[in-house]
């Protein structure tokens, strides 16, 4: 997630308590920042259910 080069859009988004910990352990376990575990599981998500019908 380094390449300066991506455009990027900055979002605000609320979570819940339990999902802010657990992502924040995940990227702590992964050593990532907690904006870039963010964008690895959307990323993942994104790629497991682009065929399911969804415009993504």
Do not use: C, F, Q, W
């Not at 990027?8 to 870039?36: C, F, Q, Y």
């Amino acid at each position: 997630m380094k390449n300066k080069s991506v455009k990027m859009k900055t979002s605000t988004i609320r979570l819940p308590i339990d999902l802010s910990k657990a992502l924040s352990h995940m990227a702590v376990d992964n050593e990532r920042s907690l904006n870039t575990e963010m964008i690895y599981a959307l990323k993942r998500y994104v790629e497991t259910n682009k065929n399911r019908g969804m415009d993504v």
